[in-house]
């Protein structure tokens, strides 16, 4: 079917307003639940996640594993677990890539706190299913939007930073943490607006080799 790409369906659609494209990734996010079926259900029952990570959870390598720890999550899965969720917030699911940005800190060293947010998230997807990334045929122009945190990762220090921009739909999307430590909120500001500034730059001189100078 051609209207899957990469586990993506897209399904295009026309009308007198204009073309709208929806971007879902149904089946593949109902497989990942099915392998992940048994845990989900010891770790949250019949409950249902209505936000895609747990408030105000920062992993982070300072907190140490007990013995015994990361070796039992890389045996359940982690690694796979997260890999898989990356796929499927990079393509139709934005509204996690702070989770996600969260649970690969502990790719190589996951706890069973990052373990029970990885699962948190795929409950999130799992309740979603059916949503994605909407495109649809507007004319106004590119709006970027940009934020940092100011609580810092105990292990070095820095912030969570995150962009997107948007033309009908997220073009640009970025949750992730800044390469330096700011002195206090206001560096932090500036240098997540530099990080965004470079895509609106990339975008711009795209936009201007394919003919839409204007």
């Known amino acids: 079917d051609s209207s899957f790409v990469l586990g993506v369906k897209r399904t295009l659609t026309r009308s007198p307003d204009g073309w709208q494209l929806?971007?879902?990734?149904?089946s593949f996010i109902e497989d990942l639940v099915t392998t992940f079926q048994d845990d989900l259900t010891q770790a949250f029952g019949k409950r249902k996640m209505s936000i895609p990570?747990?408030?105000g959870l920062i992993l982070t390598k300072s907190d140490l594993p007990a013995e015994g720890e990361v070796e039992r999550n890389i045996a359940r899965g982690y690694q796979r677990l997260v890999g898989s969720l990356l796929w499927c917030v990079r393509?139709?699911?934005p509204i996690c890539s702070y989770g996600c940005s969260q649970l690969c800190k502990l790719m190589a060293t996951p706890t069973d706190l990052a373990w029970n947010a990885a699962l948190h998230m795929l409950n999130y997807l799992s309740c979603n299913k059916h949503e994605g990334i909407t495109f649809r045929e507007v004319d106004t122009s590119m709006n970027g939007f940009v934020d940092a945190s100011n609580k810092d990762d105990p292990t070095d220090g820095k912030t969570q930073y995150g962009y997107v921009i948007f033309w009908g739909g997220p073009l640009c999307v970025k949750s992730g943490k800044l390469n330096h430590v700011g002195i206090n909120s206001t560096y932090n500001e500036y240098m997540a607006l530099h990080h965004c500034i470079k895509q609106?730059?990339?975008?711009r001189q795209l936009m201007e080799e394919i003919g839409l100078v204007h």
């Open 22 to 26: 929806d971007m879902t990734m149904t």
């Open 53 to 55: 990570f747990p408030e």
């Open 91 to 93: 393509h139709v699911s």
């Open 200 to 203: 609106i730059v990339w975008l």
